[in-house]
């Protein structure tokens, strides 16, 4: 894969999870970072954990709400100021939100889903877009989900947020292709995050483990993802590697999606 040296990209939600598993592969590979997240105490820490395992490396932090304008633009013109520009941008902040059923599910805590989900990803591709315009091209990944390639019980705000952000990297593929920038999308699947912890927590209170075991046993592979492997596949669709691959929604979940279908 070629380097990142001398190259930024912003990473989203960049405090844990499948943001700091990417911010490590890229840290490794030379690339200056641009970490923002809301929640600072853990965003200091992610910043410290990188630089103490590659000492070397250039690291801004942001704390800003991914689903607020204001924030978005800041992070962007941030960036901008201390690193001269962005060549990639990993479009991750994201949150899961309540399992309930359609007819029940909390109007607030859909709200917020979709604020952050949907709103905050096209909020980044906003203000980032055009730097990369004036930078002569640049690499997008969005986060959708297996949740945005076909149905999860219980879960309609995300499912209909990840397949809004499918749908929304298709058009900007489609738009700006021409000016060298590609946007893709990947589709996380069960990823042993601690996102996906919760929400085993959710499933079965009492046994959070059994409910993971469960899961795990339908997937094909008889395991769950780790968050590095989705970092070494959005370290490649950010890369200059990534030369034909465009607008499209790349499922990592262990080919469980194809056992359901897709939408």
């Given at each position: 894969?070629?380097?990142?040296?001398?190259?930024?990209?912003i990473i989203?939600?960049?405090?844990?999870?499948?943001?700091?598993?990417?911010?490590?592969?890229?840290?490794?590979k030379?690339a200056?970072?641009?970490?923002?997240?809301?929640?600072?105490?853990?965003l200091?820490?992610?910043?410290?954990?990188?630089?103490?395992?590659?000492?070397?490396?250039?690291?801004?932090?942001?704390?800003?709400?991914?689903?607020?304008?204001?924030?978005?633009?800041?992070?962007?013109?941030?960036?901008?100021?201390?690193?001269?520009?962005?060549?990639?941008?990993y479009?991750n902040?994201?949150?899961?939100?309540?399992?309930a059923?359609?007819?029940?599910?909390?109007?607030?805590?859909?709200?917020?889903?979709?604020?952050?989900?949907?709103?905050?990803?096209?909020?980044?591709?906003?203000?980032?877009?055009?730097?990369?315009?004036?930078?002569?091209?640049g690499?997008?990944?969005?986060?959708?989900?297996?949740?945005?390639?076909?149905g999860?019980?219980?879960?309609t705000?995300?499912v209909?947020?990840?397949?809004?952000?499918?749908?929304?990297?298709?058009?900007?593929?489609?738009?700006y292709?021409?000016d060298n920038?590609?946007?893709?999308?990947?589709?996380p699947?069960?990823?042993?995050?601690?996102?996906?912890?919760?929400?085993?927590?959710?499933?079965?209170?009492?046994?959070?483990?059994?409910?993971?075991?469960?899961y795990?046993q339908?997937?094909?592979?008889?395991?769950?993802?780790?968050?590095?492997?989705?970092?070494?596949?959005?370290?490649?669709?950010?890369?200059?590697d990534?030369?034909?691959?465009?607008?499209q929604?790349?499922?990592i979940?262990?080919?469980e999606s194809?056992l359901?279908g897709?939408?």
């Open positions: 894969m070629s380097s990142f040296n001398g190259k930024t990209v989203t939600g960049a405090a844990m999870g499948l943001g700091l598993a990417t911010a490590k592969v890229l840290a490794e030379g200056n970072l641009s970490l923002v997240d809301y929640n600072k105490e853990a200091e820490k992610a910043k410290s954990d990188i630089q103490n395992a590659v000492p070397n490396i250039k690291i801004l932090t942001v704390v800003a709400d991914a689903s607020n304008e204001e924030a978005v633009k800041n992070y962007v013109d941030r960036t901008v100021n201390e690193f001269g520009a962005i060549h990639g941008f479009n902040a994201g949150i899961e939100g309540k399992q059923p359609l007819t029940e599910y909390d109007v607030e805590v859909f709200r917020k889903v979709v604020d952050i989900n949907l709103t905050g990803v096209y909020f980044g591709l906003r203000y980032v877009i055009p730097v990369m315009q004036k930078n002569g091209g690499r997008i990944v969005n986060v959708a989900s297996v949740g945005g390639i076909r999860v019980i219980n879960q705000p995300y209909a947020s990840k397949h809004a952000v499918s749908g929304m990297t298709k058009n900007a593929a489609i738009e292709g021409k920038i590609f946007t893709n999308a990947i589709a699947g069960a990823i042993l995050t601690p996102m996906v912890a919760e929400a085993f927590k959710q499933v079965n209170p009492s046994d959070p483990a059994a409910a993971e075991k469960e795990a339908r997937n094909p592979t008889r395991r769950l993802g780790q968050p590095e492997e989705v970092g070494k596949l959005v370290a490649y669709l950010l890369s200059d990534c030369s034909y691959v465009n607008g929604t790349i499922a979940d262990g080919c194809n359901y897709n939408s």
